[in-house]
C-alpha cells in the first residue's frame, strides 16, 4: 500500500521561529510536492521536485525553502515563521510522467503564534 | 483568481438524494482529476478524466468531462453518509503541475 507520511500532525511554534516540516514516500516517486490549504482557497502549491536536489517554485514560494537530498525525502522550510502561515501543510508524490495521480500525505496543521 | 471554480461550496442533503458538483474553468485542460478528502486526511484521488466528452463511473459516483475539457461534474446517486467530505477537482494545463479548485464539502446526513 502506497504511504506518505509528514512528521508532525499537529504543530505550535512561535513567531520569527524557524519551522521544519519533513515528508517521507516509499513509493520510490520522483516528483514530491508541498501545498498549504486554506478554506476557501483549496490546495496551493508551494514547491515542488522532480529528483533528488532538484526544485521549482510553485504558485506561492515566497517565505518557504525546500531540500530533497534523498529521493524519498522531502522538506518544506520556513525561515522565520509568521501568523499568515499559519495552515494546513500537505505534502504529496507522484511518478514522474503522472504527475496528475498525486498520493498525499495526512498533512501538518501549524499555527503561528 | 481560481483558475477552477467549483460550485456549489458547500451541500447538506439526507441520504438517499442525488447530487451534481461542478468544476468550471476559462483554461483548457490536458486532464482533470476529482479528489476526496476526509476530515484529518490529505486527499485521496478517485480518477482522472483525458478526453473531451468523456464519462467515467466508480459505483454511484459519475464523472464527466466536458466536450472542450474546460469542465467537469461530479454526480453522486443514492448518497450515503460514507460520502460526507470534501470534494476537490484539480486540473494540469501545464504539464508538470496541477491546479486545485477551491472543493465542495458534501455532508450527508442520516
Known amino acids: 500500500d502506497v504511504k506518505v507520511t509528514q512528521s508532525s500532525r499537529y504543530l505550535v511554534k512561535r513567531t520569527g521561529e524557524k519551522v521544519f516540516l519533513e515528508c517521507v514516500q516509499d513509493?520510490?516517486?520522483?516528483?514530491m510536492f508541498w501545498y498549504r490549504q486554506d478554506p476557501g482557497l483549496g490546495l496551493r502549491l508551494i514547491y515542488f521536485?522532480?529528483?533528488?536536489?532538484?526544485?521549482e517554485k510553485g504558485d506561492i514560494p515566497e517565505g518557504y525553502s525546500v531540500s530533497r537530498e534523498k529521493k524519498e525525502r522531502f522538506s518544506l522550510i520556513l525561515e522565520s515563521a509568521s501568523t499568515n502561515q499559519t495552515s494546513m501543510y500537505l505534502c504529496?508524490?507522484?511518478?514522474?510522467?503522472?504527475?496528475?495521480?498525486?498520493?498525499f500525505g495526512p498533512g501538518t496543521r501549524l499555527t503561528v503564534t | 483568481t481560481q483558475l477552477l471554480e467549483q460550485s456549489p461550496q458547500f451541500l447538506s442533503i439526507q441520504e438517499g438524494e442525488n447530487l451534481t458538483v461542478y468544476c468550471n474553468s476559462s483554461?483548457?485542460?490536458?486532464?482533470l482529476q476529482w479528489y476526496r478528502q476526509e476530515p484529518g486526511e490529505g486527499p485521496v484521488l478517485l480518477v482522472t478524466?483525458?478526453?473531451?466528452?468523456e464519462v467515467k463511473k466508480l459505483k454511484r459516483l459519475t464523472f464527466q468531462f466536458g466536450d472542450a475539457r474546460k469542465d467537469s461534474s461530479l454526480h453522486i446517486t443514492a448518497a450515503q453518509p460514507g460520502d460526507t467530505g470534501l470534494y476537490l477537482c484539480?486540473?494540469?494545463?501545464?504539464?508538470?503541475?496541477?491546479?486545485f479548485g477551491a472543493g465542495t464539502i458534501l455532508r450527508v446526513k442520516s
Open positions: 483554461s483548457v485542460f490536458s486532464s
Open positions: 513509493m520510490d516517486h520522483e516528483n
Open positions: 504529496a508524490s507522484s511518478l514522474r510522467l503522472r504527475f496528475y495521480e498525486q498520493y
Open positions: 521536485s522532480y529528483d533528488v536536489k532538484m526544485k
Open positions: 484539480a486540473g494540469d494545463y501545464d504539464g508538470n503541475k496541477l491546479v
Open positions: 478524466v483525458v478526453t473531451g466528452g
